[in-house]
C-alpha cells in the first residue's frame, strides 16, 4: 500500500512557474512508474507527465518543453517543474503510482490532488 500527498499548487500569473511535489508513504516506492495527471473542470482526467522507475519520462504534447517530471527514490517523492505555465494549465493535479501489467501501465494509488490556477 502507498499513499500519496500533493503539495505546491497554488495562483500563479501566465508565464510563471510552479513545483508540485508528491510524497510517498508506506512500501514498494520505487517499483511504481509515477504519473501526474490534471483535470480541468467539466474536462477528463488526462496524463501529463509520466516517470519510470528507471526514470524514463514522457510528457503530453501540451506539456513538452515546459513541464519535467523527476523523482527522488531515497526521498520517495516525485516532483512536477511547471514553466511557462499557461491559463489552459488550470486543473486539480493529482499524482499517481502505475502499475504495468500485460504491457502497459494502470493507475494504482491515488494522492488527493492541488489546485493550480493560472491567471492575471
Known amino acids: 500500500q502507498v499513499q500519496l500527498v500533493e503539495s505546491g499548487g497554488g495562483l500563479v500569473q501566465p508565464g510563471g512557474s510552479l513545483r508540485l511535489s508528491c510524497a510517498a508513504s508506506?512500501?514498494?516506492?520505487?517499483?511504481?512508474?509515477m504519473g501526474w495527471y490534471r483535470q480541468a473542470p467539466g474536462k477528463q482526467r488526462e496524463l501529463v507527465a509520466h516517470?519510470?522507475?528507471?526514470?524514463?519520462?514522457d510528457y503530453a504534447d501540451s506539456v513538452k518543453g515546459r513541464f519535467t517530471i523527476s523523482r527522488d527514490n531515497a526521498k520517495n517523492t516525485v516532483y512536477l517543474q511547471m514553466n511557462s505555465l499557461k491559463p489552459e494549465d488550470t486543473a486539480i493535479y493529482y499524482c499517481?503510482?502505475?502499475?504495468?501489467?500485460?504491457?502497459?501501465?494502470?493507475?494504482?494509488?491515488w494522492g488527493q490532488g492541488t489546485q493550480v490556477t493560472v491567471s492575471e
Open positions: 499517481c503510482a502505475r502499475e504495468y501489467r500485460s504491457g502497459r501501465y494502470y493507475p494504482k494509488y
Open positions: 508506506g512500501s514498494g516506492f520505487s517499483i511504481y512508474a
Open positions: 516517470i519510470t522507475n528507471l526514470h524514463m519520462t
